[in-house]
């Protein structure tokens, strides 16, 4: 959608004082609405015209609003939610299809009762061959946002109005319609356009997502913070890396036509592959990806799988290897480090392929070589769809999370929502009306209308209760109460609402202690633990280098860094506290560091990780380093390609060998690397824990528990 030049960004507080249209004699403005003026003369029209109050008859007003009664099921909503922003300001909004064809309209009763005196309602053709210049027609014929304001009105009938009309499109560039505010040109307010633009896009955003439900899409933006505004773009992307369609953002900020987008791929448009982005945006702790064009022109981009499931049996297709397809090496316009970094997807030795059917499973996923893994995939894979609630067990940052959206993403309920709440991260204060809801007035600086509660959000799909040994006692009964008879009293209601939801839960704590000393309900408990799991600590599993790879994928899937042998070293002999997600905020910092280097060395590392893990080094014993077959070899520089020499892992066993008379077990390496990391920081233990990458929690209770 072009932008005119009259048209500012919407700014709080717009509707305060009415101001004269800005920018009135622009040249090219100006010239648009002479332009518009001279068509309406040549197609025989006068500027004494008197009104056309012939509208369409019932029966063919049915059958146009028939026709479009998908554009009005997305457009009604927004309109109405538009209309609450401009009451009681002698104006209206208008619906008209590509005809011209006045589909709905909203409004202040008396203004709405003048625009009937101009026949300005359902029914009334508003094209320009019929009305003359105005908003709507000028608009469906320049196929850009419009404001005609006062006399600038061909037919004088019309001059007591100002209208600001933009254009809605398909994803595919086709127009759709015409979203128009009108109003008493006395009134007019200069932020009318911005408004109305954005309620355009949002109507465009909606159709889109209904188009492409289950395909890949990718939000972007120039900037970060506006991902997830109405300024992103949209992309969608086939299994196969086509550009199927995409948004008006997404068509101006690439400054090229949705046809021209279309002839794209996501390697010619962006030098990356699918397997690429699905590889960045599963990894745990994913942030925006940061992708550019051919021009240099950088972009933040983020992804959208519906629940995970667009990624189809395409996936194969961009594997390396395979000729004539995005992510060989070779082919125009990818990269070499991209081409590699695609084969971090590609299935390895003995392990499990897609289904069958052609969904990719988050569960499959997750097998990454590590033995402990896969059984506890075997196991939950038994339970899908059995509705059997789910407990997994295990420290902080093992990416238990990262599990029940894997869960979610392969059950009958995956198009369903998930629902996550941290119930450690929420104030006990809160916690209550963030779970179960709140009438309007149930407490305190309680919102005007209520709110639903993160139960009903997920009705239908997955709730993933994070930290639930952290949730108070008190609320632990209603929670229960939820879990047995499936429905919700929001706080302040009397009514009850029906739930249909899949629970996951979640803890490093030790319920059974709990239990025992009454921090815990053991009703809840035995609720909760249809099926337990655990996941294992990253110092106890053996995927360490494919782990690894996928977290630098995901922070650099263009060019994706390998790591130096010394480096692999001190990755593979730390005992990391802080699990996956310390490996990834200390391989973060290292992408960052490097700044585009082809590898990472220890330079790149943060001081006080390497201080920690050249003094657990220092008490170790040399082992020898194993390939992924379990064969001796050199420590080889971790590559992200399809059969790659991993990090050296410790032989399997109770202990690597130590130097010293003392043999010392992890968990005292892990305590003395908590207190050498808690001193280092003076003794504060907010820095301590962003450090190791552990929650401060988790400092507290490792030294509360440890041996003085």
Known sequence: MSTSPQVPAPDAGSWSTPTALPCMQLPARTEQIEQSHQRCAALGLTRVER?????????????????????????APVMEMLFEQIVDTESMIVLADTQGIILHSVGD??????????????????????????????????????????????????????CSAAPIFDPRGNMLGVLDVTGDHRSYHQHTMGLVRMSARMIENQWLSDDYGNRLRLHFHGRAEFIGTLLEGIIVVGADGKILGANRSAIDQLDMSSAALRMHSLTSLFGTSVSAIFDHFRTPLPTPARLSLASGRQFFVNARFNGGRAMMAGMDADAPGTPGTPGTPGTPGVSAGTAAAAGAMAPRPGAATPAAGGAFSGLHYLLTGDPQIEAVVQKVQRVLNRDIPLLVLGETGTGKELLARAVHQDSNRAKQPFVAVNCASIPESLIEAELFGYEDGAFTGARRKGACGRIVQANGGTLFLDEIGDMPLALQARLLRVLQERCVTPLGSQKSISVDIAVVAATHRNLRDMIEVGTFREDLYYRLNGLVVRLPALRDRRDLEIVAQRI?????????????????ELLNGYAWPGNIRQLANVLRTAVVMAAGEAQITEHHLSDDFLEDARRLRATRAPAPARSIAGQESAPGALMPQAAPAVIAQPEPGPASALTGAAVRTLEEAEIEMIRAAVEAAQGNISVASKRLGISRNTIYRKLRWAKP
């Open 109 to 162: 009763d008396r203004f709405l009762e003048r625009a009937g005196k101009v026949a300005l309602s359902p029914g009334a053709n508003w094209a320009e061959h019929s009305k003359g210049t105005n908003a709507i027609g000028t608009a469906l014929f320049q196929e850009s946002p419009t404001v005609v304001h006062a006399g600038e009105h061909f037919i004088h009938a019309n001059s007591f109005l100002t």
């Open 51 to 75: 009104p056309d109050f012939e509208p369409l008859m019932r029966s063919d007003l049915s059958v146009a609003r028939e026709r479009n009664q998908r554009l009005f099921t997305h457009a």
């Open 552 to 568: 630098l994928l995901s922070e650099c899937a263009q060019g994706t860094p390998t790591i130096a042998p010394e480096v692999a």
